[in-house]
């Protein structure tokens, strides 16, 4: 399975913004980056997913480096509600999310 | 809602007794999977479907695990002889492939609790 590299946690204080790295060195040139987020006792919500190019949504934001083997996720400013577990994957063409251990987030109020 | 369904949400049985999850997939969606999670871990891939073909099941856990998806639509999956071990969270989401390589999303449905006593 495909491997991706994040931080065990962090943490933020509320309004303010949120940078989530990701690794992902062993990328091939067809996988999508994708990110997804769970709420404690709630299933994933997907976040956002891309190529190549940078993508924003009203979620947040995803950054890719030129050489593809990194991203970081923004969260432009943080809430309560973005506290959860956020996982970077990168999808291999049938779409088989492989999870790791993600990073949990904590936004202090 | 027209999200993913789960049922049931919590199912607490005994060791050695079996046990069944039913998915009902978003309803245009034509994938459909299956993953496990348990506590302080991310979700554990297990097999998916397109449409009534299961195009991988080499992740199920053993060969108590099987799960169907008879007309395309909603899926089953169920645990024979169940051991302490099977307990956790068992998750199904569903997509839409109607572009391959396109990176669409999937959705998780709430997932169904199980405890083995």
Known sequence: ?109 | DTGVSQDPRHKITKRGQNVTFRCDPISEHNRLYWYRQTLGQGPEFLTYFQNEAQLEKSRLLSDRFSAERPKGSFSTLEIQRTEQGDSAMYLCASSWDWAPNSGNTIYFGEGSWLTVV
């Open chain 1, 1 to 109: 399975d495909a491997k991706t590299t994040q931080p065990n946690s962090m943490e933020s204080n509320e309004e303010e913004p949120v940078h989530l790295p990701c690794n992902h060195s062993t990328i091939s040139g067809t996988d999508y980056i994708h990110w997804y987020r769970q709420l404690p006792s709630q299933g994933p919500e997907y976040v956002i997913h891309g190529l190549t190019s940078n993508v924003n949504n009203r979620m947040a934001s995803l950054a890719i480096a030129e050489d593809r083997k990194s991203s970081t996720l923004i969260l432009h400013r943080a809430t309560l509600r973005d506290a959860a577990v956020y996982y970077c994957m990168q999808a291999t063409n049938d779409y088989k999310l492989s999870f790791g251990a993600g990073t949990t987030v904590t936004v202090r109020a």
